[in-house]
């Protein structure tokens, strides 16, 4: 691909006081990870090794200790770090929707932080219900609280969507929710990702969930990027912690697979 | 006569609309500037551990200080601001009634706000915090748009506390000249009318209690986002404080003002005049309650326009004098050294009111005493009791200096219960007053003072500044001076003490003109 990346993170390094002692704790360590225009990337890994951290790295959440993070083909240290966050979408774990604002305006936040006119925030609110499949009349002036788990998070991507975001980056989105819903919510984003074509970057802990949306998908593992690539290319892969995370993903296939042959044959 | 139709309940009831008035007006206001002070300090202290440390515990300090010293300090300190703000920039400001009373109730009320919106901005989900930055909001914007409504009901909680302790305390604020139901408290204590204090009590207690309601009503309503109690508490807020601060701002402001010191003589005098000047067809209020030293810096600011003080108390507490001269020329050397502060002296009413060492009659003949000197002998074994200020007078140095008096113990007490504590033997000496009529009735003796150690106290009526070329004051006041001798002035005071509905102020007032020739 001729095209420079939409996103590049260039030998970022980043760490934490662990709070007690002197040591500071590794969260990123010196990752290089490239993503183009249009690809939707999964970052996969445990709890605690980094995947986060990269993700907030992007929109200037956090700042790196050292190496270069480029958005846009500017580098994120020298753009305001409040435009960065307002020209990218953000959909946070279950939801981060606030509690005392109504639907529509949970929707409108960075619209109207951009300063856009009334009755366009309006319409766009409506078209942004519409595309994440939530009734208009039915959940326009409800509060978070009186939704679902599933309509919450719909809301939430409403919201990210909201100022025509050209990258969106998701923190666990589906994390929470029941199977269904989280499956039935997935295809529908990878839908969105394509119409909109859009550039996202999705951390999940879950490799199946993964490897059913992404193109790309980067494996981390105590704060380094120990693989990367298109879900054949990962099955190839002879790093031990890859299969490891591939082993379930098969597994569930296989038997899936041997109960419907079963099923159908007997 | 059944407890309810005591006539008194009418009497207090008459003042309610200004009491109540003034109480909110002054509640309102210190809250109101408590709120625009500790809001701010506790949204900027809110991430620093030390300053957030040292802001809690300053304002816990002032939350341990006593309402009543915390408002008393604030009348010297805003006296002292006003001297230098007239040396330095050629203006002061009235030290007196208001703005002490809300400056240091704003202050009392701080603490509960402040500690509730620490709490409350520091207790929001930290996830709510980093969407609210990731939306692309500013910390501006996320402090007002997420952070504090988020904060708000327990916020309001504070408020809410904050508003209760603020009325409770306003009571307080009577003494450093700020009218409110404190009026009633402060009156009925001194002149032992125990429905005036009941009647004060209760009506606080409903105020506060109304308002903690309201408030919780609209606390209620922001905690679980139902926009229709908050809109009733707001209402009910909103009525609440007009109701009772129009009758107060309707009112014509009373053209004059009369004092009166905190025991039952002053409030019958400040009765006496407010009546005789309304006689006259002049505007009268009275403010009562007021301390020793506020009354006459009041009087000199022209905060209140009359009143009624006592020679030697001037002589010896404001002229800081050490000399006696005798009753006559002291009189005349004060009214000299008042004009130069513009003060006018219209004249003795006729009786003394000094300070006096006293004990039961049978007690001090059992033991020889009839004379502070013979006292001095027997002090070590005996206990003195004394009103709130004399033994911080230079009257009582003065005392213990010519006699060598040392007594085994000292003890402070509301004046209106000395007489009866001596004359039960639960102390042994009082500083009682020479004109209070319970001296005879429990057949005390005051004994004698043959080094003259105590000044004459001819009670004397003081103008303000403003009022020294007042024809139509001086001539309303005219029949009062010279005419009221110490034995009408004792069954004056045995009137006010008793606690029937005829021994109310205006009643013994009235009682006391009657008695004087009046018509």
Same mark, same amino acid.
Not at chain 2, 103 to 123: D, E, F, H, K, Q
Not at chain 2, 440 to 457: F, N, Q, R, S, V
């Given at each position: 691909m001729a095209l420079a990346p939409l996103i590049a993170y260039a030998h970022v390094r980043k760490?934490?006081?662990?709070?007690?002692?002197?040591?500071?704790?590794?969260a990123v360590?010196d990752v290089s990870l490239d993503i183009a225009a249009g690809e939707f990337l999964a970052i996969v890994g445990?709890?605690?090794s980094g995947k986060s951290t990269l993700l907030r790295l992007a929109n200037r959440l956090l700042a790196p200790?050292?190496g270069r993070i480029l958005v846009e083909g500017g580098d994120v240290r020298e753009v305001d770090p409040v435009r960065l966050r307002r020209r990218m979408g953000y959909v946070f774990q279950s939801g981060g929707l606030?509690?005392?604002?109504?639907?529509?305006?949970n929707i409108a936040v960075t619209p109207r932080l951009l300063?856009w006119?009334?009755?366009?925030?309006?319409?766009r609110v409506?078209e942004l219900l519409e595309l994440v499949r939530l009734?208009?009349?039915?959940?326009?002036?409800?509060?978070?609280?009186?939704?679902?788990?599933?309509?919450?998070q719909r809301v939430g991507v409403a919201r990210a969507l909201a100022a025509r975001p050209r990258i969106m980056l998701m923190d666990e989105p589906f994390g929470?929710l029941?199977?269904?819903?989280r499956d039935n919510l997935g295809e529908e984003y990878r839908a969105l990702h394509r119409r909109l074509a859009l550039t996202t970057v999705m951390v999940t802990h879950d490799m199946t969930a993964a490897l059913l949306l992404a193109d790309r998908i980067a494996v981390m593992?105590?704060g380094r990027v120990v693989a990367q690539g298109q879900p054949a290319e990962l099955?190839?892969n002879?790093?031990?912690?890859v299969?490891?995370l591939?082993?379930?993903?098969?597994?569930?296939?296989?038997?899936?697979?041997?109960?419907?042959?079963?099923?159908?044959?007997? | 006569?059944?407890?309810?139709?005591?006539?008194?309940?009418?009497?207090?009831?008459?003042?309610?609309?200004?009491?109540?008035?003034?109480?909110?007006?002054?509640?309102?206001?210190?809250?109101?500037?408590?709120?625009?002070?500790?809001?701010?300090?506790?949204?900027?202290?809110?991430?620093?551990?030390?300053?957030?440390?040292?802001?809690?515990?300053?304002?816990?300090?002032?939350?341990?200080?006593?309402?009543? &010293?915390?408002?008393?300090?604030?009348?010297?300190?805003?006296?002292?601001?006003?001297?230098?703000?007239?040396?330095?920039?050629?203006?002061?400001?009235?030290?007196?009634?208001?703005?002490?009373?809300?400056?240091?109730?704003?202050?009392?009320?701080?603490?509960?706000?402040?500690?509730?919106?620490?709490?409350?901005?520091?207790?929001?989900?930290?996830?709510?915090?980093e969407a609210a930055q990731g939306v692309g909001m500013?910390?501006?914007?996320?402090?007002?748009?997420?952070?504090?409504?988020?904060?708000?009901?327990?916020?309001?909680?504070?408020?809410?506390?904050?508003?209760?302790?603020?009325?409770?305390?306003?009571?307080?604020?009577?003494?450093?000249?700020?009218?409110?139901?404190?009026?009633?408290?402060?009156?009925?204590?001194?002149?032992?009318?125990?429905?005036?204090? @009941?009647?004060?009590?209760?009506?606080?207690? @409903?105020?506060?209690?109304?308002?903690?309601?309201?408030?919780?009503?609209?606390?209620?309503?922001?905690?679980?986002?139902?926009?229709?109690?908050?809109?009733?508490?707001?209402?009910?807020?909103?009525?609440?404080?007009?109701?009772?601060?129009?009758?107060?701002?309707?009112?014509?402001?009373?053209?004059?003002?009369?004092?009166?010191?905190?025991?039952?003589?002053?409030?019958?005098?400040?009765?006496?005049?407010?009546?005789?000047?309304?006689? /006259?067809?002049?505007?009268?209020?009275?403010?009562?309650?007021?301390?020793?030293?506020?009354?006459?810096?009041?009087?000199?600011?022209?905060?209140?326009?009359?009143?009624?003080?006592?020679?030697?108390?001037?002589?010896?507490?404001?002229?800081?004098?050490?000399?006696?001269?005798?009753?006559?020329?002291?009189?005349?050397?004060?009214?000299?050294?008042?004009?130069?502060?513009?003060?006018?002296?219209?004249?003795?009413?006729?009786?003394?009111?000094?300070?006096?060492?006293?004990?039961?009659?049978?007690? &001090?003949?059992?033991?020889?005493?009839?004379?502070?000197?013979?006292?001095?002998?027997?002090?070590?074994?005996?206990?003195?009791?004394?009103?709130?200020?004399?033994?911080?007078?230079?009257?009582?140095?003065?005392?213990?200096?010519?006699?060598?008096?040392?007594?085994?113990?000292?003890?402070?007490?509301?004046?209106?219960?000395?007489?009866?504590?001596?004359?039960?033997?639960?102390?042994?000496?009082?500083?009682?007053?020479?004109?209070?009529?319970?001296?005879?009735?429990?057949?005390?003796?005051?004994?004698?003072?043959?080094?003259?150690?105590?000044?004459?106290?001819?009670?004397?009526?003081?103008?303000?500044?403003?009022? /020294?070329?007042?024809? &139509?004051?001086?001539?309303?006041?005219?029949?009062?001076?010279?005419?009221?001798?110490?034995?009408?002035?004792?069954?004056?005071?045995?009137?006010?003490?008793?606690?029937?509905?005829?021994?109310?102020?205006?009643?013994?007032?009235?009682?006391?003109?009657?008695?004087?020739?009046?018509?």
């Open positions: 760490s934490f006081d662990n709070g007690h002692d002197a040591e500071r704790v590794t360590d445990a709890s605690g200790d050292s606030f509690p005392h604002m109504r639907v529509a305006d300063g006119p009334a009755a366009e925030v309006a319409a409506d009734d208009r009349s039915l959940h326009r002036d409800r509060l978070p609280h009186e939704l679902s788990g599933g309509q919450q929470a029941d199977p269904l819903t593992r105590a099955s190839d002879n790093e031990p912690y299969a490891e591939l082993s379930t993903p098969r597994r569930q296939a296989e038997r899936l697979n041997a109960l419907l042959a079963g099923a159908s044959a007997g | 006569m059944s407890f309810l139709s005591d006539p008194r309940w009418r009497d207090a009831a008459v003042h309610l609309p200004d009491y109540l008035g003034s109480h909110v007006q002054v509640s309102l206001a210190a809250l109101a500037l408590g709120l625009v002070i500790s809001l701010p300090l506790a949204i900027l202290a809110r991430n620093h551990a030390v300053s957030r440390g040292i802001l809690l515990g300053l304002a816990s300090v002032v939350q341990t200080v006593p309402g009543l &010293a915390l408002l008393a300090l604030f009348y010297p300190l805003l006296l002292a601001i006003a001297s230098l703000t007239l040396r330095w920039f050629g203006f002061d400001f009235s030290a007196f009634g208001f703005l002490p009373a809300m400056l240091a109730l704003a202050l009392y009320s701080m603490l509960p706000v402040l500690r509730n919106t620490i709490t409350g901005l520091n207790g929001i989900d930290p996830a709510l915090l500013t910390p501006r914007q996320s402090l007002f748009t997420v952070e504090l409504p988020l904060a708000l009901p327990v916020i309001m909680a504070g408020i809410r506390t904050s508003a209760v302790w603020v009325i409770g305390t306003a009571t307080l604020s009577t003494p450093i000249g700020q009218t409110s139901l404190g009026n009633y408290i402060f009156a009925g204590l001194q002149t032992q009318n125990w429905v005036l204090v @009941l009647f004060g009590c209760v009506a606080s207690a @409903l105020l506060a209690l109304a308002v903690d309601q309201f408030l919780t009503l609209i606390e209620r309503g922001l905690r679980e986002r139902k926009r229709l109690h908050t809109m009733l508490g707001s209402v009910g807020i909103a009525v609440l404080v007009t109701a009772t601060l129009i009758p107060s701002t309707a009112r014509a402001p009373s053209t004059y003002v009369v004092g009166a010191k905190t025991f039952a003589e002053q409030y019958v005098l400040s009765a006496l005049i407010e009546q005789r000047l309304q006689a /006259a067809g002049l505007q009268a209020s009275t403010r009562e309650g007021l301390g020793s030293s506020v009354i006459f810096q009041a009087l000199a600011a022209n905060n209140i326009d009359v009143y009624v003080d006592y020679s030697g108390t001037l002589w010896v507490n404001q002229f800081h004098r050490t000399d006696k001269p005798p009753r006559e020329r002291l009189l005349a050397e004060l009214k000299e050294i008042l004009a130069k502060q513009d003060i006018t002296l219209l004249g003795a009413l006729g009786f003394e009111n000094a300070y006096a060492l006293v004990m039961p009659r049978q007690r &001090a003949d059992a033991l020889g005493i009839h004379s502070i000197t013979d006292l001095a002998a027997h002090a070590p074994t005996l206990l003195i009791a004394g009103d709130y200020e004399f033994f911080s007078r230079p009257e009582w140095a003065a005392l213990q200096k010519a006699y060598g008096l040392s007594f085994r113990t000292q003890r402070q007490m509301q004046p209106d219960f000395m007489y009866a504590a001596v004359a039960s033997g639960d102390v042994d000496v009082i500083a009682g007053y020479t004109s209070e009529g319970r001296i005879k009735e429990y057949d005390l003796e005051t004994l004698a003072d043959p080094k003259h150690a105590i000044p004459p106290y001819d009670a004397v009526l003081l103008l303000a500044p403003r009022r /020294a070329h007042d024809a &139509a004051l001086q001539e309303a006041l005219k029949p009062l001076p010279e005419r009221i001798d110490i034995a009408t002035m004792r069954e004056a005071n045995l009137r006010a003490s008793g606690s029937n509905a005829n021994s109310s102020p205006a009643a013994v007032a009235r009682w006391l003109w009657q008695r004087i020739g009046g018509q």
